[in-house]
Nanobody, 116 residues
Framework: QVQLVESGGALVQPGGSLKLTCTAS????????MTWYRQAPGKERELVAH????????TYADSVKGRFTISRDNAKNTMYLQMNTLKPEDTAVYYC?????????WGQGTQVTVSS
């Protein structure tokens, strides 16, 4: 049974940093690409960053390029999102996502709030 569990969300001041973690289980993590999404109140869920199976290719939304870094540790079945220079507009629930055997899977989300 595929499970994705996010952690690391918090309240942080503008300009601060935060690192999110997605812990996966129930499938061969190293065999699947992984993605971070976020959803702000009243807005559509949007892709934040994507990483291929071995981590060789990483893509980012324009809004986070140069500030966020996606990474993964296949030995630990874990994906990360390092977020630096956070802005109030980064406030959202952050979700990890994968597609396994043609079906989408989501974690429960972790709340990130950027506010002074």
């Amino acid at each position: 049974q595929v499970q994705l569990v996010e952690s690391g969300g918090a309240l942080v001041q503008p300009g601060g940093s935060l690192k999110l973690t997605c812990t996966a289980s129930g499938f061969t993590f190293s065999g699947y690409t992984m993605t971070w999404y976020r959803q702000a109140p009243g807005k559509e869920r949007e892709l934040v960053a994507h990483i291929t199976r071995a981590g060789g290719t990483r893509t980012y939304a324009d809004s986070v390029k140069g500030r966020f870094t996606i990474s993964r540790d296949n030995a630990k079945n874990t994906m990360y999102l390092q977020m630096n220079t956070l802005k109030p507009e980064d406030t959202a629930v952050y979700y990890c996502h994968t597609i396994h055997r043609g079906l989408p899977y989501w974690g429960q989300g972790t709340q990130v709030t950027v506010s002074s």
